[in-house]
């Protein structure tokens, strides 16, 4: 029987009220998908820690910044998928479907698309600005979740040590290696 092949890595901050859903979502994986389920706390003050370790992750704490906590993560992992998640997520109900037809393509950097949990014109425009650049330019962001190979990563030169804009960064590093798809999938952020 081989191991699991995903780690899902997740940095967090203050994330108490956002964090148990997506840990929920994660939750129905099927046992042979998620190998190793990490929230890297920057230092919460409102019970994240202990609210991850209830949903089974592992804690590990970190100063903060979401690329340094990343890669904290990342470094305390072992398994050859990398799921990275913000706290604020939330996955589509036939997720764990979607990613395991991912990992058995070539490897290749995937992101979900973008939908934000508010109503209104607004958000529904920014949705689809967001989707015409993933699609033109390959070009998503952090808050569309990104799975990836570990070996991917390494060759991208592993995960920028930035506070903001780490995922820009490693997106333009690996859009130079790789092409950057879509899973086809919501992941509905809080449009905060």
Known sequence: VSSPPLAVVIPALNEGKRLPPLLADLGQAPADLIRELV??????ADGTPLLARLAGAQVLHSPPGRGQQLQRGIGATTAPW????????????????????????????????????????????????????????????????????????????????????????????????TRVRSLHRPLRVDSR
């Open 39 to 44: 929230v890297a706390d920057g230092g919460s």
């Open 82 to 177: 990398l799921l990275l998640l913000h706290a604020d997520a939330r996955l589509s109900h036939d997720w764990p479907l979607v990613v395991q037809r991912a990992l058995q393509q070539a490897p290749a950097a995937w992101a979900f698309e973008l939908a934000l949990d508010a109503p209104g014109l607004s958000f529904r425009l920014l949705e689809l600005t967001v989707r015409l650049r993933c699609f033109w330019r390959q070009l998503p962001y952090g808050h569309q979740g990104l799975l990836l190979p570990r070996s991917l990563l390494e060759r991208a030169g592993g995960m920028p040590e930035l506070a903001l804009m780490e995922d820009l960064v490693l997106i333009q590093r690996l859009r130079a290696i």
